[in-house]
């Protein structure tokens, strides 16, 4: 695939950078604004500091995404791992794709500078089309291509209260292409930022970064924060070793307002926006006759921006609903077709307690999506421009059928996909604590991958050649969408365990055995010679199709253990097995063993945290990736490392080491990547944080 560039309008910039620069100046006035107490608020369990919660009581940390409403770990039954904001300091990451890395299970692969490609269980792509994720309720996925843009979901990793991972299916609850996996990364109320922070910091790869932000109160009932953050990271050298233009720098602003209009009702009112560019190598068809493909260094534009809206009613107790609207709206400007896309969404949860043992929770939720795109020679869409509409409703109960002990979950979800109508996704799940410190666990769950622009109306050219046979006429070879390209399915088999002893010692394991059908697949069509447009050339048509099926296996294994009052060890193991076969209609050769190979076989971990004396503490983390020869990556073992001195009550200052073991490596070379992979470099970071009042 390939690329063109495309200028964003000049009037697009100047809003954009007089927004940005006014946000900025918000910050600075902010402390200006008298402050007057806000009304005390209890902190739900659900936004404590993780990182203060004694060993022995992990068991009881709420979390909301296996239910949609707060429940203690002990009784969900799923396999989550909960990223606390002290993980995200200690892991010295610089972006969300990186501390992910200290999931068991996720594959997490960098592609260039400012590309990830993130998965759970398998599948993994730039786009993986498996796993859905969520920022405070808001959903990060595009129906373009089936994925996350990694590059522009840059949040003040300071506000990140923390960042709960589902591994396995959740679109019962948070609806299609929850297939493997959900992660919904939940940002700090503006009560707990209140103050002023300033960060700054700048390295060998991360060139500059730095955030400003300010929060306090307005009147009695409204908390407050306004923020601007800004990154450059320098180019990483192409697999050739010199070096790429895939530059990144985003200038990102935003704004967060909590409001307790009353003791039964509470606003929420949030928003950020973004401009930069970024750059990256790929290849490019300059000429059909004659026949000419070769690298391309492009620089893309990027700008977005979106508004979320979340009203919390309590009618008592025992019930309480939550009504949120959001609109999204961004512009990309490659590095292939062009797309600009708005998003508006509605979604309305009803939480009840019925009786002494049944606690259900029902929803509704609409969704429009409008799609601009702006076709090349390599890429376009038909039709380029696309108004999509979904529908959803869900219900779940969570019957208690022995008191503590045993606790059983059932729903389903109703929902129509943008091309492919409605589907019903339901689950079961079974939660057994025989103590307070163990908890047994199965489920089997259907989920739903529904289909994305990109399977129903591209129109790519992959390649273009001189004619084999020695005539004068060029061949294209061109992938095509499939206008009857249907959902793909699992129905997915869990089961784990999770324990604590003796305060020292947590474990968790899950299995897991997965069933897939109507898996995608490329079918190779027959040649034809087309001679309009000019100039005339025969065409190869790949077809995207629905005729692979298979199963994935595996374990992930998980222990926290306090050595000493000041030493702990986080070891993490994960094994997974892919076997997947095209149908007996299918001519597709190359998807399976490409998706048995996306994956790492094994992965271990081992993170080590150490509280030194004088306000100093060490971390560091190893991470083997077994290889994937399919894909012609090597397995590499990364040692990432954070020095951090809090040399006053609200100062610190760390130094941070990543990939430290080699030069460089590579992560990602899969086929359908839209840029070029490069080498992930040995790197270097210092960084100033001071909080002030």
């Known amino acids: 695939m390939s690329t063109s560039r495309c200028a964003i309008a000049s009037h697009a910039r100047a809003t954009r950078s007089a927004a940005l620069l006014f946000l900025g100046s918000l910050i600075f006035t902010a402390g200006a604004l008298g402050q007057v107490s806000p009304p005390a608020s209890p902190r739900s369990p659900a936004q404590r500091d993780l990182s203060q919660v004694p060993l022995e009581d992990l068991m009881n940390i709420q979390v909301m995404s296996v239910s949609k409403k707060e429940q203690n770990l002990s009784e969900a039954a799923a396999a989550i791992f909960v990223i606390t904001q002290e993980d995200i300091h200690r892991s010295g990451a610089t972006n969300i794709p990186d501390r992910l890395r200290l999931v068991p299970g996720l594959d997490v692969a960098q592609i260039n500078a400012n590309n990830w490609a993130v998965s759970s269980r398998g599948f993994n792509t730039q786009f993986a089309n498996k796993l859905l994720v969520l920022i405070d309720g808001r959903a990060v996925y595009t129906p373009l291509l089936g994925g996350v843009n990694w590059d522009t979901q840059d949040l003040p990793l300071e506000d990140i209260d923390r960042i709960e991972v589902v591994r396995g299916p959740g679109a019962t609850l948070w609806g299609a292409n929850a297939v493997n996996g959900v992660i919904n990364i939940v940002t700090k109320t503006a009560a707990e930022t209140k103050g002023g922070l300033m960060v700054a910091g700048g390295g060998t790869q991360g060139q500059g970064l730095a955030t400003m932000q300010y929060g306090g109160v307005l009147g009695r009932i409204t908390s407050y924060r306004v923020f601007t953050k800004y990154l450059n990271h320098g180019p990483m050298p192409e697999l050739d070793g010199f070096t790429g233009d895939d530059a990144w720098n985003l200038l990102h602003g935003g704004f967060r307002a909590d409001t307790l209009i009353s003791s039964k009702d509470s606003l929420t009112l949030q928003g950020d926006f973004y401009g930069g560019t970024e750059g990256g190598t790929i290849v490019h068809i300059f000429s059909i006759d004659p026949p000419i493909a070769d690298n391309l260094d492009t620089r893309l534009d990027l700008s977005g921006g979106n508004v979320l809206s979340r009203w919390h009613h309590e009618f008592s107790g025992r019930s309480d609903t939550t009504l949120q609207f959001y609109f999204d709206n961004y512009t990309r400007t490659g590095p292939e077709a062009s797309e600009t896309r708005k998003t508006i969404d509605f979604d309305f949860n009803h939480h ?41 409703a869900f219900v779940q109960d969570t019957i208690t059928l022995k008191s503590n002990r045993v606790f059983l979950t059932a729903g389903t979800k109703f929902e129509n996909s943008y091309f492919a109508g409605y589907g019903v996704d339901p689950s079961i799940r079974l939660a057994w604590t025989p103590s307070k410190s163990e908890t047994f666990w199965a489920a089997v769950s259907r989920a739903t991958r529904s289909p994305a622009q990109r399977e129903t109306g591209l129109s790519a050219a992959l390649a273009v050649f001189p004619d084999p046979d020695g005539s004068n006429t060029p061949v294209e070879v061109i992938l095509l969408g499939n206008p009857k390209f249907i959902p793909e399915h699992v129905i997915a088999y869990e089961a784990g365990y999770r324990a604590q002893a003796a305060g020292r010692l947590s474990v968790d394991v899950s299995l897991f055995y997965n069933r897939y059908d109507h898996l995608e697949t490329h079918e190779p069509g027959t040649e034809f010679l087309q001679s309009s447009p000019v100039p005339a050339r025969f065409v190869v048509p790949i077809t995207f199709g629905n005729l692979m099926y298979g199963t994935t296996e595996g374990v992930e294994i998980f222990a926290n253990l306090k050595l000493t009052d000041r030493w702990t060890l986080s070891p993490e193991y994960a094994f997974l097995e892919m076997h997947l076969h095209p149908k007996p209609a299918s001519q597709d050769t190359m998807s399976a063993p490409d998706n048995q190979g996306s994956d790492p076989q094994h992965q271990a971990k081992l993170r080590s945290h150490v509280e030194l004396s004088h306000g100093l503490s060490w971390d560091a983390t190893a991470n083997f990736e077994s290889g994937l020869p399919f894909h012609h990556v090597a397995s590499y073992t990364r040692l990432d490392t954070q020095l951090s001195w809090k040399f006053a009550e609200r100062a610190e200052f760390s130094l941070v080491g990543q990939n430290l073991l080699q030069d460089h490596h590579i992560e990602s070379m899969d086929v359908l990547t839209l840029v070029n992979s490069a080498l992930i470099k040995r790197s270097a970071y210092a960084k100033f944080v001071w909080r002030f009042w």
């Open 352 to 392: 009840i307690l019925w009786g002494s043992r049944q606690d259900i929770i029902w929803g509704l939720g609409y969704r429009r999506t409008y799609s601009k795109t702006l076709g090349t020679i390599d890429q376009a869409f038909d039709p380029p421009d696309a108004a999509l509409d979904m529908f959803n």
